[in-house]
């Protein structure tokens, strides 16, 4: 299953992730994203979301590695894949039909949203 994740800019950006190659997604603390976070498997497809400052889905990355034995603070190793073409928008998102019914609209403020494969596929393609 594909995720979401977002992050503030000023923070951790998607270019530190691509400066970096890979980081530890941590420091999570909302219950659900919590058990969103744990439920990763490695090789699973992600989209990094600029939050804050522009409200954009920037990138993509994939799970390498999940350490859940800290059950408030799992561990998720995750390397970074490539910008996106055509980042999208926040107002794109919400406008898109792939979204409707989308728990990224009804939990806005989840910072882990597991997301369709459709979904996905319309944030990580150039239309």
Known sequence: ???????????????DLLRDGETIWDGISNPQALIN?????P???L????????KVA???AKV????DSDLK???????????VKHPHTLAEMRDAPVFKDSILFRQFR?????????????LTSSH
């Open 1 to 15: 299953m594909p995720y979401l994740l977002k992050t503030e800019p000023d923070t951790y950006s998607y270019d």
């Open 37 to 41: 976070l744990r439920s990763m498997k």
């Open 43 to 45: 090789g699973e497809k």
């Open 47 to 54: 989209v990094i979301y600029h939050s804050g400052k522009g």
């Open 58 to 60: 920037v990138g993509t």
């Open 64 to 67: 390498v590695s999940v350490d």
């Open 73 to 83: 603070d799992p561990k998720v190793r995750i390397k970074a894949g490539n910008p």
């Open 110 to 122: 989840l910072s882990v949203v597991p997301i369709s494969e459709a979904q996905y596929d319309w």
